[in-house]
């Protein structure tokens, strides 16, 4: 049975154990999230790009300037820094994106969506919403599609709190 990490649960020699309610919602919600998210990179594939990839890029085509610092997208993403750096070396070497230092602060660097990235999101997108729309929003009604916004709203500002103070 699934339980909280040590640090979350002072008194792990008495696990708070999920009840069945709790463990059907737990396994239902992580094997669809696992498997959706599969199922997106697999759709993904004939574009040449991957979850990850499309992420990084959907949040620089929506920036100002199709570029963010990368501390900034880091913290949006919820990605490491380390990883986000590798991420984003992976992505320059196919020329979606490239990196600028920053002028104001001289540690920091930008994060920049080039003319070819901007085109493989583009070209990639309707595929992308397809899928999206076929494997998840399709599935819920509107009253479903709002719960699932409100419930994981709460989780992510817990996720979003813990990510912080982990990156500090």
Request: with cysteine; glycine share 4%; charged share 30%.
């Amino acid at each position: 049975m699934a339980k909280a990490p040590n640090h979350l649960n002072p008194n792990h020699l008495n696990p708070n154990w999920l009840s069945p309610r709790e463990m059907r919602a737990w396994r239902s919600y992580i094997i669809a999230s696992r498997r959706l998210l599969e199922a997106l990179d697999q759709d993904l594939e004939g574009h040449d790009l991957s979850m990850p990839d499309y992420e990084v890029l959907a949040q620089l085509s929506e920036a100002p300037g199709r570029k963010l610092r990368m501390s900034e997208l880091a913290e949006i993403s919820m990605i490491s820094k380390s990883r986000l750096s590798h991420r984003i070396k992976v992505m320059e070497s196919s020329g979606w994106v490239r990196r600028e230092a920053c002028k104001e602060d001289k540690r920091g660097s930008w994060a920049i969506m080039t003319d070819k990235g901007l085109k493989a999101i583009v070209r990639a997108a309707p595929d992308h919403l397809a899928s999206v729309r076929g494997r998840f929003v399709d599935q819920l009604t509107s009253k479903e599609q709002e719960m699932l916004s409100i419930a994981f709203e709460r989780v992510l500002n817990s996720l979003r709190a813990d990510f912080k103070r982990d990156e500090l």
